[in-house]
């Protein structure tokens, strides 16, 4: 397939000129300089003619026709505004992160023992905290494989998976749009959902990578538009690069069928398109992580070298360490390693390495047969309250008085619900009911609760009769 990466397409990149040690540091220091030297442009210091007053004014300076003020994140500027608010009956529906029936953050009682384990007995019986290597901990991505590919796959005993260590699901979705632009060209389209998690536009924008969209959400079905979505994906230049959601699509909630996952598996690969999977949600989608990586099993079954962006924030409860994993399936062990030394290459001057203490949480996790046990509890645990806002939301909207279908508000999995309403409507909830969600009436289900889902419910039933 044009998917697979060739030694001419992906060449074995050479060895860190300080990690690696098969050169001679001399020499390798002067090949960076002379690279780095030919690669970066000059920077040039200009100065603009003196004012009346005498004083200069030099270009290096950000003035606002240069630097314009930015616009604020929406999510981030939805929490300052409820952070504002004062009225004690305020929902925040917009926060991207687990709440218990609280509405508290919860921290996994499996990850607090793991850390208790680490503090006490270290990591591999060593108390340190140095650098992991540019790829990170070895014990995690191969835990990591495993989680996402299962302990049995083929391509894990064969070794035909490149993999790293990430600074989560951005860290390894803009590694993967770096390596396309590297390896595919600078200007390539990556073909995303309609919609799709805001942030997955810059992330691609930002590599130099050119922005597609191909059918995903239904708006008359509030569900998927398969038959579009297979229309556009055969209508793609052969070899298009194509990105999708693992499970639990951020913001829809609507995720395609095993038949249809394995329909489109073999249209991908008659097209012999590249396949890029964001897996965010792994295990809190249905609270059954096997379940839930069907997708992704689907396709390396088929045969596609798919690369995957994993992320332990929302499962693990470690949004704020920064965790993922980033792999790409090749065709052989050779290939592997090539694709892994440009990785590395990519990595070394973008962050270097990466964290540590969020990956030997997962890993230590993963690798107890007790823990990992644990976990799974734990995260279906998480699952399942959700499921049960979803059910006791839709059932509540019933009994307001509601004629409207909310079927979907069921139907839907994961995090996030795409609830169907309106601008307007949002902005009525936010004004008259102060119920805070995203404009395009995305609920985080995670701040639905026994205690604010009949308010919900009614507020709901209030915008939209």
């Known amino acids: 397939y044009a998917g697979r990466w060739t030694a001419e397409k992906v060449p074995m990149g050479p060895p860190d000129p300080i990690l690696g040690l098969n050169r001679r540091n001399k020499e390798m220091r002067s090949s960076a300089i002379r690279s780095a030297t030919a690669l970066a442009p000059r920077a040039a210091f ?23 003020m930015g616009p604020p994140d929406p999510i981030l500027g939805l929490n300052d505004a409820f952070n504002k608010d004062t009225d004690s009956r305020k929902v925040n529906l917009g926060v991207g992160a687990y709440r218990d029936d609280n509405g508290k953050p919860w921290m996994l009682p499996s990850v607090i023992e793991a850390e208790k384990r680490l503090l006490e007995k270290g990591w591999n019986g060593v108390k340190q ?16 494989l495993k989680f996402a590919f299962g302990a049995d796959s083929p391509a894990i005993k064969e070794n ?20 396309y632009a590297r390896f595919l060209g600078k200007g390539t389209t990556v073909y995303m959902p309609d919609p799709t998690w805001a942030n997955h536009l810059p992330m691609a924008k930002d590599a130099g990578l050119n922005l597609g969209t191909y059918r995903y959400y239904d708006k008359k079905t509030i569900g998927l538009d398969f038959a579009g979505m297979c229309e556009d994906i055969k209508n793609a230049k052969e070899g298009s690069v194509f990105m999708l959601h693992a499970c639990a699509h951020n913001p829809t909630g609507v995720d395609p069928t095993i038949e249809q996952w394995k329909e489109l598996s073999a249209l991908f690969k008659k097209k012999n398109h590249y396949v890029f999977f964001d897996s965010a949600y792994q295990g809190f989608a249905s609270g059954d992580a096997e379940k839930d990586a069907e997708s992704m099993r689907i396709f390396v079954r088929d045969g596609h070298d798919i690369a995957v962006a994993q ?21 052989s062990s050779e290939e592997a390693e090539r694709v892994l030394s440009q990785i590395k290459i990519l990595i070394r001057p973008m962050y270097s390495n990466p964290p540590i203490h969020g990956a030997r949480i997962v890993a230590t996790i993963l690798n107890d047969p007790v ?18 806002m979803r059910k006791t939301l839709k059932d509540t909207l019933a009994k307001e008085g509601s004629t409207r279908n909310w079927e979907h508000v069921t139907s839907q999995i994961g995090m996030f619900c795409f609830s169907g309403l309106t601008p307007e409507q949002v902005d009525k909830l936010r004004s008259e009911y102060h119920i805070y969600m995203t404009k395009n009436g995305r609920i985080s289900m995670a701040g639905v609760t026994s205690k604010n889902v009949g308010y919900l419910a009614k507020a709901m039933y209030e915008v939209s009769k």
């Not at 270009?59 to 240069?66: D, I, L, P, V």
């Not at 924030?313 to 949004?319: E, P, Q, S």
């Not at 823990?371 to 399942?384: H, V």
Request: glycine share 12%; net charge positive.
């Open 129 to 144: 905290k140095e650098y992991a290597g540019i790829t990170g901990i070895n014990e995690f991505n191969t835990a990591s």
């Open 311 to 331: 992320s332990y924030a929302k499962n693990f409860g470690l949004y704020g360490e920064r965790i993922g994993c980033f792999s790409m399936v090749a065709q």
């Open 160 to 179: 035909r998976i490149a993999a790293a260590q990430v600074l989560s699901g951005t860290g390894g979705g803009r590694l993967a749009f770096e390596f």
């Open 371 to 388: 823990l990992n046990k644990q976990w799974y509890q734990e995260c279906k645990s998480m699952a399942d309250r959700i499921i049960t």
């Open 46 to 68: 200009v100065a603009t003619k003196p004012s009346s007053a005498g004083t200069r004014r030099y270009a290096g300076r950000w003035t606002a026709e240069k630097v314009p």
